[in-house]
């Protein structure tokens, strides 16, 4: 990583752990020392989620160093430390999307945009991955436009097929639909995967909240996906909502009020 991509990291780092929980609708009752206490409660896990793989990398690569690794060992630990930094660098990869989220109060310059091609694009990238594990990906779609930034709407949709693929099983089907609604342009991700519980259902949104923690490790979560979505929402005003039944599947909405 080059001296200026690393500053960059650095400063979106700092303006990550330092921002500011902006109240919404729900919380406009929230006062000063309840946002100071978010804050710092999001600070705390935000570096206790990348002290934690680095601890590992350290380990290993120690171990390694003072010669304590047999070498028919050695690709397994190197594949273990190879795993831990792609975790990590997906963990930044999501802190900065995070912060570049939170630095705008709104989209710079909204366009008119297809969600179905959107869509589209994302089930492509995200084909092979399901193929892998046996799923299938159907698309019911028709042209949907609405005003709105296609790259956050991309991300919007990848963060939510990335989910319907890690948390479903093998031979498991997506289904992804786009169009109008009477509410307004919809989007709509269903897997028929291992479900939300009731009670977890609203926190799943909060920044690295996880029904099972260690599973979303085992996945390559990083707790971040869905408040990144919840962001791009907000930015859009769309809605978004999940209906869930454990061990049947869950199905996330996203509208765009007309
Ligand atoms: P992660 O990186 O852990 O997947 P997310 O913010 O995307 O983080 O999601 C938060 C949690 O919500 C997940 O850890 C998982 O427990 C739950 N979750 C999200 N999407 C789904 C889904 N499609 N099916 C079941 N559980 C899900």
């Not at 919404?24 to 793989?53: C, Q, V, W």
């Not at 490790?217 to 919840?230: A, F, M, Y």
Request: proline share 3%; charged share 30%.
């Amino acid at each position: 990583m080059s001296e200026e991509k690393k500053r960059e990291m650095y400063k979106a780092l700092g303006r990550f752990l330092h921002i500011e929980e902006k109240p919404d609708n729900t919380d406009s009752g929230k006062d000063k020392a309840d946002i100071e206490r978010m804050r710092r409660e999001f600070t705390a896990s935000a570096s206790h989620e990348l002290k934690t793989p680095l601890t590992t990398i350290s380990g290993y690569a120690e171990m390694m160093a003072n010669g304590m690794v047999k070498p028919a060992d050695m690709r397994e630990f190197s594949l273990k430390i190879y795993k831990e930094s792609s975790r990590m660098l997906r963990l930044i990869d999501d802190i900065i999307n995070l912060s570049e989220l939170d630095e705008g109060a709104g989209i710079e310059n909204p366009e008119k945009v297809d969600l179905a091609q959107i869509a589209g694009e994302a089930i492509l990238v995200y084909e092979k991955a399901a193929k892998e594990k046996g799923i299938q990906i159907f698309f019911s779609h028709e042209p949907t436009y609405i005003m709105g930034d296609a790259i956050l709407i991309g991300e919007l949709v990848s963060n939510l097929l990335d989910n319907a693929v890690k948390y479903s099983g093998e031979g498991g089907r997506i289904r992804v639909f786009v169009g109008d609604t009477t509410k307004g342009a919809e989007i709509s991700v269903k897997d028929s995967g291992i479900g939300i519980p009731e009670k977890d259902k609203e926190r799943i949104f909060e920044r690295f909240y996880r029904v099972d923690k260690s599973r979303s490790k085992r996945v390559g979560g990083t707790g971040l996906g869905l408040s990144i979505v919840k962001h791009i929402c907000a930015l859009h005003s769309a809605d978004i909502r999940v209906k869930s039944e454990v061990g049947k599947g869950s199905t996330f909405y996203v509208t765009f009020p007309k």
